[in-house]
């Protein structure tokens, strides 16, 4: 087969498996934006594409690009009153980049709400996430009644979306020893600024006053994570640094993050995961905890 024919065939399959996943999960528009009594729609919902996305939200459509954002559909709301709520309703290709995207926008600390996988609330604003929808809606001159009215449509949107009701997979396999709530979250490319390490699930914690980060990288087959694994320790050694290995564990100063600590980073199958620490009491807890975990979830053997 030509080096041609293998590029259209591969694009074709991209293209197919992207419109694949977009189809699985279909909005009826006359069920996704509920009537509300007192309230009118104002014209038709606007759609955007990635195309276009910057006409909507102009210098924030890089970031949301940059986590596979698919299709927005945008409706506004008004009141007799003149008050008015704007539902806006993003479509990513796949959860963990929906959850990246919600991620980048909740606030660590914040009122947060079992809606969808998770939701949270501020003085006009309510924004959840399911499956692969991220769901925002923004109100104005609500006053009192501002929640409730915002909590009630974001339920009953919240039922007409397709889609899980759990975070991802990795996600239940952080410990939640000293884990600082609710920092989790998913960085979608170039994790540590390094772009042979691909997306990666990230969390806080703090052990006696210090704070660090514990990091789990799922790649599509085991020669992808193998592959991530040489590439960073032939970028370490190319920086004049000497890597050990012990039971597995690889240990070395990353020379992007000298003040972090030692990077401790392990491999199993298509998982890596580690984090920079240097008391190796806490750091074999936490890479073992991780390890048993992912076995747990069945994400490994």
Not at 47 to 73: Q, T, V, W
Not at 288 to 301: A, M, Q, S, T, Y
């Amino acid at each position: 087969m030509s080096n041609k024919n293998s590029i259209l065939i591969f694009v074709m399959f991209v293209f197919f498996m992207t419109n694949l996943s977009f189809s699985s999960y279909k909005v009826d528009m006359n069920k996704i934006f509920p009537e509300m009594e007192g309230w009118i729609k104002k014209g038709k919902p606007q759609i955007y594409l990635p195309d276009n996305l910057f006409e909507y939200i102009n210098g924030a459509a890089e970031i949301y690009l940059s986590y596979d954002f698919m299709k927005l559909i945008s409706l506004s709301y008004e009141s007799k009153e003149k008050q008015s709520i704007i539902v806006d309703i993003y479509q990513h290709i796949n959860l963990n980049n929906t959850f990246g995207i919600y991620c980048q926008e909740k606030p660590l600390k914040g009122n947060f709400l079992n809606i969808g996988i998770q939701g949270y609330y501020e003085e006009g604003i309510l924004n959840f996430f399911k499956g692969v929808y991220y769901v925002k809606l923004s109100s104005f001159d609500l006053k009192d009644k501002d929640r409730s009215i915002l909590t009630s449509i974001a339920k009953k949107i919240e039922k007409e979306l397709e889609g899980t009701s759990d975070f991802p997979e990795p996600i239940k396999c952080f410990p939640q020893r000293e884990m600082i709530i609710n920092s989790e979250r998913y960085i979608a490319k170039n994790f540590l600024g390094h772009s042979f390490l691909n997306s990666a699930f990230v969390a806080d914690y703090r052990v006696n006053d210090k704070k660090f980060k514990v990091f789990i990288i799922e790649s599509y087959n085991n020669k992808e994570a193998k592959d991530m694994i040489d590439n960073y320790i032939r970028f370490i050694k190319n920086k004049g640094i000497k890597p050990s290995k012990n039971n597995g564990i690889y240990c070395f100063k990353d020379p992007y993050y000298r003040s972090s600590g030692i990077m401790n980073i392990k491999r199993r199958e298509n998982y890596i995961w580690g984090l920079f620490m240097d008391n190796l009491s806490v750091c074999e807890f936490y890479l073992k905890k991780i390890e048993e975990n992912l076995v747990k979830c069945k994400l490994i053997r």
